[in-house]
């Protein structure tokens, strides 16, 4: 018997860098060979690993909600989307007449809308009369919009062919990724008070709800960030790949590697953004593991796995929870900032539940809950999947069709072609719950 414990221990050991490297294979095959399965573009490859470091991080802040409390939280987009405005009001530069038109006024009535709230917490504390403490609110709904729609009417009508926003503040956008996570913080602040202590299917509803509030919000108020008009040209960290073509010691530095500048410039930008994606991920998973491993992850999952006991231990299980939906949270939300400055676009009606919530879950099941290298991997591989199945779904079913005679049914197979991405995902689902339910990367 203690030889088969210790067989299994060596094999627990060694699953974990077989599957990264067989994963690293499929990204140098996905550079190297040119065939009808692989691209033979180290773009191509790059840019698929880029996002799936992103996909690693916002699967960190899952895991840590779920696989160390057991917090169900089907509102992913939305915290990530919370994220995405940090780019947007912190590194683009200020619109010009936009705070002259509005902009002291609108931020005068945020400060009421808060300052309301908290008077009517205070009234409610003091007093414990619903009467006060809905009068307040009324009051200070009546003065906040009376301060907030005419501010926005003229913000949105400067300029609006090109901007219509507030703009931001021109900071560093390395920064805004801090304030991402910060801005996505304090939506679950908000959503774990209400939310929390109650029984755990009231937390889904409320994030599911909540997600959609926050995206449909993006998608109407044109003065946060453009609406459905998007945003572009936000500032990145590494050099433009323009810029790089146009210096003649990096065309010159391309060609001594064999690559056209244009091909070399594209690939530099991608290595640039993979060194700063790999440095965030390396230290979220730095904490997180230190977290896990303290007394504090230790009283998580003494939680997670029986409430009723750690209460009558003391533990203030609430409080617990909300911690740690807020550091999830966190996470996401600088996930959220660092897609947009990757891509440099804001769009709003990007944002479905299906690709930033359902998608994120795949992966935190498929890698191992409650293991944050299990997260990593699930991301990193169900991303890379998500994509291929793109090319091999169309190719699979074009030979699979070849024998059949023309007809409707063969037409309508090479037409929903394209949707066998959404196929993949669940039948890779299914066969990961069947032979490795606890995922790829079991919790120790």
């Known amino acids: ?181 910060v801005f996505a913080a304090a939506a679950a602040w908000a959503i774990g008070k209400v939310a929390l202590g109650l029984r755990s299917d009231y937390l889904a509803i409320a994030t599911l709800g909540i997600g959609e509030i926050i995206v449909a919000v993006m998608k109407n108020e044109d003065w946060l960030a453009r609406g459905v008009k998007n945003i572009t040209a936000i500032p990145r960290p590494v050099a433009q790949e323009v810029e790089l073509q146009r210096n003649p010691e990096f065309v010159e530095f391309a060609a001594s590697w064999g690559f056209p500048a244009a091909e070399a410039s594209g690939i530099w930008v991608k290595l640039s953004y993979m060194s700063l994606f790999l440095v965030a991920l390396l230290v979220i998973i730095l904490l997180a593991e230190l977290a896990l491993k303290s007394p504090w992850g230790r009283m998580m999952r003494a939680i997670r796995d029986n409430e009723t006991a750690a209460e009558a231990m003391g533990k203030d299980v609430t409080r617990r929870h909300l911690q740690v939906f807020i550091l999830g949270s ?28 359902f998608l994120i879950w795949v992966m935190v099941i498929v890698g191992g809950s409650g293991n944050n290298w299990g997260a990593v991997l699930g991301a990193v591989t169900i991303w890379f999947l998500w994509i291929k199945a793109e090319v091999w779904g169309p190719a699979l079913i074009a030979m699979l069709t ?12 090479l037409d929903s072609a394209p949707h066998m991405r959404f196929i993949a995902m669940g039948a890779v689902l299914l066969l990961v719950l069947r032979f490795a339910p606890r995922g790829l990367l079991p919790e120790q």
Do not use: C
């Open 330 to 357: 966190a996470v996401i939300g600088v996930a959220g900032a660092m897609m947009v400055t990757l891509d440099g676009l804001l769009a709003p009606t990007s944002y479905n539940p299906l690709r930033y919530t």
């Open 1 to 181: 018997m203690a030889t088969n414990r210790q067989a299994a221990s060596t094999h627990s050991r060694w699953r974990a860098p077989i599957l990264f490297a067989v994963l690293a294979v499929l990204f140098v095959l996905e550079g190297t060979v040119r065939n009808s399965m692989f691209s033979g573009s180290w773009n191509t490859s790059l840019a698929i690993l880029n996002m799936g470091l992103i996909s690693a991080i916002t699967a960190l802040g899952v895991n840590m909600q779920w696989g160390y409390a057991g917090l169900f939280n089907v509102g992913v987009v939305g915290f990530l989307a919370m994220g995405a405005l940090a780019p947007v009001l912190i590194s683009l530069p200020p619109v010009e007449g936009a705070w002259e038109a509005g902009g002291t006024r609108l931020m005068l009535a945020l400060a009421v809308g808060l300052g309301t709230l908290a008077m009517a917490k205070l009234a409610w504390t003091r007093t414990r009369s619903g009467i006060l403490t809905v009068a307040v609110l009324i009051g200070g709904f009546i003065v906040y919009r009376w301060l907030f729609d005419p501010a926005v009417t003229a913000i949105e009508a400067n300029n609006p062919a090109r901007h219509g926003n507030i703009g931001g503040l021109g900071l560093p956008v390395l920064l805004s990724w801090v304030v991402g996570g």
């Open 402 to 413: 070849g024998p059949m005679a023309d007809g409707p049914v063969k037409a309508h197979l």
